[in-house]
């Protein structure tokens, strides 16, 4: 079993930053691979970024590209986003999510962006 917890999200101003985390718990020695999805209420959930446990491979969504970064914190068991230049369509709702033969996905954090 692993834990995802997330935290970090709130409401922003189109242009601000905000930065997400994801705290990894449980029977994580066989994670390879750290993941954010976002979604929209009644909209299918959608890959953000994703970044090995290494950190040596690092993928995102062509949406966020060029404005969020992954990252992670091992002695932590962290995987961070920075959502940097924020606009109104990356309003969503954002999971943490790990695949160790199963699929385990955090409750998730709300993201705001909105004048």
């Known amino acids: 079993q692993v834990q995802l917890v997330e935290s970090g999200g709130g409401l922003v101003q189109p242009g601000g930053s905000l930065r997400l985390s994801c705290v990894a718990s449980?029977?994580?020695?066989?994670?390879?691979?750290m993941r954010w999805y976002r979604q929209v209420a009644g909209k299918q959930r959608d890959f953000v970024a994703a970044i090995s446990w290494s950190g040596d491979r690092i993928y995102y969504g062509d949406v966020v590209r060029g404005r969020f970064t992954i990252s992670r914190d091992n002695a932590q068991n962290t995987v961070y986003l920075q959502m940097n230049s924020l606009k109104p369509e990356d309003t969503a709702v954002y999971y943490c999510h790990t695949n160790t033969g199963t699929d385990y996905w955090g409750q998730g954090t709300q993201v705001t962006v909105s004048a």
């Open positions: 449980g029977s994580i020695v066989n994670i390879d691979f």
